[in-house]
């Protein structure tokens, strides 16, 4: 059966840190991989989507880049957050464009 | 502009009560719309549905969507505390030539379910 993984689970760090987010996904290939953020508990924010290695589309711009760097790893990163990254992370992953997606533990990220 | 809007906000009930929650929707290339439900950390997949008409059934919860009126229902019968949840609508649009559809969510529900 496939797995999504997400760490680390919970973070907190400094205004204008760096960041790295990872994100696998164990038990299928070539999956589609997505970031969301969810703000204050409430509905999720599409942030990347990858339908290959390599292949990273940005829906809304922003301080954060996503890369892939292998097929089921998916990663989020910063150079220097802001307070407004705060929030928790979502990665997702489906098997094919239209089916449903399905979701990692997420990463709470608190920027002080 | 694309929108998925859900109703109520929040919603507080006791233990046995059936509930019904609303997800309505101003999208393009509609696909299907999906249901899902998140306790503490990751939303876990509920339903999809693609037809008018037709209910989606799990246990105790079950779903429909009118294609025609732009909404679907989302109803929890006797309710339990281990319902207490957000559940979150999401559409999926068709993208065209691309290999992506977009997944758009609405703001969820918040149910809390008291014994």
């Known amino acids: 059966s496939q797995t999504i993984h997400q760490w680390p689970a919970t973070l907190v760090q400094p205004v204008g840190s760096p960041l790295s987010l990872e994100c696998t996904v164990e038990?299928?290939?070539?999956?589609?991989l997505y970031w969301y953020r969810q703000a204050a508990g409430r509905g999720l924010q599409l942030l990347f989507y990858s339908v290959g290695i390599g292949q990273i589309s940005s829906e809304v711009p922003q301080n954060l880049s996503a890369s892939r760097p292998q097929d089921r790893q998916f990663i989020l990163s910063s150079k220097k957050l802001l307070l407004s990254d705060s929030g928790f992370y979502l990665c997702?992953?489906?098997?094919?464009?239209?089916?449903?997606?399905?979701f990692g533990p997420g990463t709470r990220l608190t920027v002080l | 502009e694309d929108k998925v809007v859900q109703s109520p906000l929040s919603l507080v009930v006791h233990e046995g009560d059936t509930v019904t929650l609303n997800c309505s929707y101003e999208?393009?290339?509609?696909?299907?719309l999906l249901w899902y439900k998140q306790e503490k950390k990751a939303p876990t997949f509920l339903f999809m549905l693609?037809?008018?008409?037709i209910e989606k059934k799990s246990g105790r919860l079950s779903s429909i969507l009118d294609k025609k009126e732009l909404f679907s229902i989302l109803n929890i019968t006797a309710t339990q505390t281990g319902d207490s949840a957000i559940y979150l609508c999401?559409?999926?649009?068709?993208?065209?030539?691309?290999?992506?559809?977009?997944?758009?969510f609405g703001q969820g529900t918040i149910l809390t379910v008291h014994p």
């Open positions: 999208v393009t290339n509609f696909r299907s």
């Open positions: 999401a559409l999926h649009q068709n993208a065209g030539g691309t290999s992506y559809g977009k997944l758009t």
């Open positions: 997702a992953w489906s098997s094919g464009r239209l089916n449903e997606q399905f």
């Open positions: 038990g299928t290939s070539n999956p589609n």
């Open positions: 693609t037809s008018s008409g």
